[in-house]
């Protein structure tokens, strides 16, 4: 069955790090655009980073020098890596696959075009 699987996720200080982890299973990571999004309370769902099955990235501008996004084939897993993290940065992430070569525009529909979604990890940044 087609599942992905967040982890990685915590409280941490702002200026510091996390590695979020995303595990595939049903499907092939590294052939499918690939996402990152993340939804704050009381805030719309924002995509945060993706990469397509060429391996071409994009960033909104607010994680842009901070944030990377990177796949491990062997693993079958999709990493966000975080750093110089600010409380801002605090919501729910959530990766996501539309399990096609290309991605969506970016930022394009809240995310609709992507039918397939983890469960979530939470990620706290204190002042």
């Known amino acids: 069955q087609v599942q992905l699987l967040e982890s990685g996720g915590g409280s941490v200080q702002a200026g510091g790090s996390l590695r979020l982890s995303c595990a595939g299973s049903?499907?092939?990571?590294?052939?499918?655009?690939m996402a990152w999004f993340r939804q704050a309370p009381g805030s719309e769902r924002e995509a945060i980073a993706d990469i397509d099955g060429s391996g071409g990235v994009t960033y909104a501008d607010s994680v842009k020098g901070r944030f990377t996004i990177s796949r491990d084939y062997a693993k079958n897993t999709l990493f966000l890596e975080m750093n110089s993290l600010k409380p801002e940065d605090t919501a729910m992430y959530y990766c996501?696959?539309?399990?096609?070569?290309?991605?969506?525009?970016?930022?394009?529909?809240?995310?609709?075009?992507?039918?397939?979604w983890g469960q979530g990890t939470q990620v706290t940044v204190s002042s």
């Open positions: 996501a696959s539309n399990r096609r070569f290309w991605c969506p525009v970016f930022g394009a529909r809240r995310g609709l075009d992507f039918g397939y």
């Open positions: 049903g499907f092939t990571v590294s052939i499918f655009c």
